[in-house]
């Protein structure tokens, strides 16, 4: 299922972390809203990608 949440495209300079919404726009500084589904990382977990390539590398 698509998901409809965005994140505000202007996070990195207008806020300490990515802002989050359901709206074409961010609530907070008025920035356009994109969708989070293809942000070339996971807010929540920065290290995700890297942490898990190098898990497959080690079970291999
Ligand atoms: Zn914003």
Excluded at 17 to 32: H, I, K, N, Q
Excluded at 39 to 47: E, K
Aim: proline share 10%.
């Amino acid at each position: 299922m698509k998901s409809d949440i965005r994140v505000c495209s202007a996070w990195d300079a207008e806020h300490d972390g990515p802002v989050y919404t359901l709206s074409d726009s961010c609530p907070e500084c008025g920035a356009d809203a994109v969708n989070s589904a293809p942000a070339p990382f996971d807010p929540t977990d920065p290290h995700g990608e890297y942490r898990r390539s190098l898990k497959r590398r080690n079970r291999t």
